[in-house]
């Protein structure tokens, strides 16, 4: 039985980012009030990493450890993460209309909350605009680095574990 060849963490981050922008592209085509749907792009995500880890441990023979499948998890969600802001930028640029379509959702939410004044909402929506670029690199920095350790955690506890013969000894 020919034993199958392991796939790197770039390989594995690429096509699990082409799906996760895939999905979000349809989603901004789809969507006329801002943006919706996106815990569809991180399902994709968890089960992209968890797919590529169990292959990943399949073909090294199920004799990596829960760290070495967690590392390879978490490289390729930096991966995702990093061609997934480059993706959203790209967008940003070439759709200027989205942009304001979030500045506008934004004010809906904040418009919903009755605490606040008009002043209060009329100053989160400048530094909202003033700022766009921050925010929307580090809340995708923060939440794909969240969702790809949850991924990375998740396939390395449910990939097989056949310990070798050095973690025996001791």
Same mark, same amino acid.
């Given at each position: 039985m020919d034993q199958e060849k392991p796939i790197s963490h770039i390989?594995?981050?690429?096509? =699990?980012a082409a799906i996760v922008v895939g999905i979000t592209f349809v989603l901004m085509l789809v969507s006329s009030n801002g943006p919706q749907g996106g815990w569809i792009t991180y399902l994709a995500n968890i089960a992209g990493l968890v797919y590529f880890i169990q292959r990943y441990a399949k073909a090294n023979d199920n004799?990596?450890?829960?760290?070495?499948?967690?590392?390879?998890?978490?490289?390729?969600?930096? =991966? =995702?993460?990093?061609?997934?802001?480059?993706?959203?930028?790209?967008?940003?640029?070439?759709?200027?209309? /989205?942009?304001?379509?979030?500045?506008?959702?934004?004010?809906?939410?904040?418009e919903k909350q009755k605490a606040l004044k008009e002043a209060d909402i009329e100053r989160t929506i400048q530094?909202?605009?003033?700022?766009? /670029?921050?925010?929307?690199?580090?809340?995708?920095?923060?939440?794909?680095?969240? =969702?790809?350790?949850?991924?990375s955690l998740i396939g390395a506890a449910i990939s097989k574990k056949r310990p070798s013969q050095e973690q025996t000894r001791y």
């Open positions: 390989t594995a981050g690429l096509l =699990i004799s990596l450890s829960f760290g070495e499948l967690f590392s390879y998890g978490f490289k390729a969600s930096t =991966i =995702i993460t990093l061609l997934f802001i480059v993706f959203l930028i790209v967008v940003s640029l070439a759709y200027p209309q /989205w942009k304001q379509t979030f500045i506008d959702a934004s004010r809906l939410e904040l530094n909202i605009d003033k700022y766009y /670029w921050i925010y929307v690199a580090g809340s995708v920095l923060f939440v794909f680095v969240f =969702i790809g350790a949850v991924g």
